[in-house]
């Protein structure tokens, strides 16, 4: 959108730069995007000596005035949860347009009241050789989609104007999900209860149709609403080294950092920024990332900050993140002997059924793991990697003790004797542990943590029933229920998940 700006004509063209998520919180986006739009046209003559002074006051005079107008209809109640309920006046807002310089019968439809102002506004601006205003709208993808959308309606029924474009940056998907969203409840409604009120319409073939009616719908929206669109090719691989020096020259940066960044983070980052998955957002994320570490905590490793921040970058690594933030000592002990040679030190280094991806198998051999495996504790460089996610302590401390759980579980397993001393003292060990961890866990304080207390309690019940006190143990029983309970490991560890990325949305 910057590109397209600076080819406009600065002479003809009034450019407008409207960030919808900025005024998210605002109850109307009408009334900031035509204040934008005001705004810049008098920044505009102002920068220029021979602009028409006199048609631009008076264009921003007229779209001040539907400002007023949709200002004073406006008024917001608090709803439930501290969420804004719009109430509309369109009384009190034609009244306020009417106190302009209009002739004959006041116009009963707000819209068109609102319409004829922007209007005559524009033309004014033609008579004097401004041919266009250009209104860039940036990150509407980044707002909730009922105000997406808002934003949308907005730009559909008031600037459809001979002089106005927009020129929108967002994701497609994001305008199809605030359709759904706007339309899906209602049509469901209204559909899923027949005139006697029993709702026999809602059986799963309806509830299908229905689904496809909405996705339908959803998609056309899209297609009306913009004239002309153009999907941004995906940045291949191989133009990385492009889009980094792009974004180093932007960012003006001393030598020292400059040097720093394109001979250090490129070759961490082509572990990333793989063919067919180069966002160049998520580049400037990962770059912001290594750059408030090594700002914040110059003492830690360069390398070493880089080659763990790589393993949280990918996503789809998270276990081998959470094999390495519960137990770093047996993640590095497997690493060095996957490393050299033994395949089936990958087991432990991805806990998860399944084989592991085959780039993080190439990234697990590459020289880019090397300061990081050669460091005998991460837990600085994880702290570190962490303050700059947003993770709650709790964590970090459940993935640890989550580890203990599963090393103590192994240890049951691997027992020759299931009635021994030495037997009991891992029951005894795995029920603190596994205190401990409802502890962490429940500190998150989230509806999900709640269900992961109730199987935490589950888990140590089977752990307590392995050495009854009122009976001696029977070594087929107690295998039976040691089965139980290392089915239960995974369980815990999911749920854990599900806690963690809850909590990030938790008002707590």
Not at 89 to 114: I, K, M, T, V
Not at 426 to 434: A, I, P, R, T, Y
Request: charged share 30%.
């Amino acid at each position: 959108m910057d590109a397209i700006a600076r080819h406009l004509s600065d002479d003809s063209t009034v450019a407008v730069e409207f960030n919808a998520w900025r005024f998210e919180r605002e109850p109307h986006l009408l009334i900031p995007l035509l204040d934008t739009v005001r705004e810049s046209l008098v920044d505009w003559a102002k920068a220029r000596p021979n602009a028409p002074r006199e048609r631009v006051r008076d264009a921003a005079r007229r779209i001040g005035r539907v400002v007023r107008a949709l200002a004073a209809g406006a008024s917001g109640e608090v709803g439930v949860s501290g969420a804004i309920k719009l109430k509309y006046d369109a009384g009190a807002a034609l009244e306020e347009l009417d106190a302009g310089d209009r002739e004959g019968q006041r116009p009963q439809s707000l819209y068109f009241a609102g319409f004829q102002e922007l209007s005559n506004a524009l033309e004014g601006l033609a008579s004097e050789g401004v041919s266009r205003i250009v209104v860039f709208v940036d990150d509407l993808d980044r707002c909730l989609p009922a105000n997406a959308l808002e934003v949308l309606e907005s730009m559909k029924l008031f600037f459809d104007l001979k002089g106005f474009v927009f020129v929108v940056g967002l994701d497609e998907e994001i305008v199809e999900r605030a359709v759904r969203a706007k339309f899906a409840d209602g049509q469901d409604d209204e559909q899923a209860t027949g005139a006697d009120g029993t709702g026999a319409a809602a059986e799963a073939g309806d509830a299908r149709v229905r689904s496809g009616g909405v996705q339908s719908l959803s998609r056309d929206y899209v297609k009306k609403i913009f004239q002309l669109p153009f999907a941004l090719p995906p940045v291949g691989a191989d133009q990385l080294d492009e889009l980094l020096g792009s974004i180093y020259g932007d960012a003006g940066l001393g030598d020292e950092q400059d040097a720093d960044l394109r001979n250090r983070v490129p070759k961490y980052l082509r572990h990333v920024a793989r063919e067919g998955r180069v966002n160049p957002r998520q580049v400037k994320r990962f770059i912001n990332a290594y750059t408030l570490q090594t700002l914040v905590k110059p003492q830690l490793d360069r390398d070493v900050v880089l080659a763990l921040q790589t393993i949280v970058f990918n996503e789809d690594w998270g276990p081998a993140y959470e094999a390495i933030v519960g137990d770093w000592l047996s993640f590095r002990n497997d690493l060095e002997r996957y490393r050299g040679g033994d395949d089936a030190a990958l087991v432990d280094l991805w806990p998860r059924e399944g084989p592991a991806p085959p780039d993080l198998v190439t990234y697990l051999l590459s020289e880019q793991v090397v300061p990081m495996a050669n460091e005998p504790n991460l837990d600085a460089y994880i702290y570190s990697l962490e303050s700059t996610r947003s993770t709650q302590r709790w964590v970090i401390d459940a993935y640890k003790d989550l580890s203990e759980v599963r090393r103590l579980i192994r240890a049951m397993n691997d027992s020759q004797a299931v009635t021994g001393a030495d037997f009991s003292q891992l029951v005894e060990e795995l029920g603190k542990m596994l205190s401990s961890l409802s502890s962490h866990v429940g500190s998150a304080r989230t509806p999900n943590s709640t269900r992961f207390l109730q199987l935490v309690d589950e888990t140590a019940e089977i752990n307590r029933q392995l050495h009854p006190t009122d009976a001696p143990p029977d070594e087929a029983t107690v295998r039976r229920d040691l089965a139980r309970l290392t089915a239960q490991e995974p369980r815990l560890k999911r749920q854990v998940a599900l806690v963690r990325d809850t909590a990030a949305f938790s008002p707590t």
